[in-house]
């Protein structure tokens, strides 16, 4: 039965300790996920800080230089087609990492059971090899009380 008690504990803790280090695991991905999408935040505001900016410049080069309509337009419409796409392309490459990162988190949970299950269970004694453990132990009494 001590054994058994060792073995359980011995289970227990490995349990215990992959747990945690799941947990520390997915807490490290939870951080890089946050940092990842504030990275990118940043990222789409300076991209609209930067059209505002151009198209600022591009409106009062225009406007000194005494050209307006339709080629005016049209620059100011690339410079927003511009940032649109730019903006489309760090959300799409946010979504991969973000990806990226959930597998991680899933492989974290795999190497959880994994770890777990190097560790095997406690195996109780048996009762039946006790019931036979006595019953040789009598029949050897016997025989040398009756030998």
Do not use: C, F
């Amino acid at each position: 039965m001590e054994a058994y008690n060792q073995q359980e504990a011995m289970y227990e803790q490995n349990r215990l300790n992959s747990i945690k280090a799941m947990n520390d695991e997915v807490n490290q991905i939870n951080l890089r996920t946050q940092q990842e999408r504030t990275a990118a935040a940043e990222e789409m505001q300076k991209n609209i800080r930067t059209v505002t900016a151009q198209k600022a410049t591009a409106e009062a080069t225009a406007g000194e230089a005494g050209v307006s309509g339709l080629s005016v337009d049209m620059l100011l419409g690339e410079l927003d087609n511009a940032a649109s796409r730019d903006r489309s392309n760090i959300q799409s490459n946010l979504d991969m990492t973000v990806a990226q990162l959930d597998q991680e988190r899933r492989a974290a949970e795999t190497t959880r059971d994994n770890r777990i299950n190097s560790v095997p269970r406690g195996r109780k004694p048996s009762g039946l090899g006790l019931a036979v453990g006595i019953g040789q132990a009598g029949l050897g009494a016997y025989n040398t009380a009756y030998s």
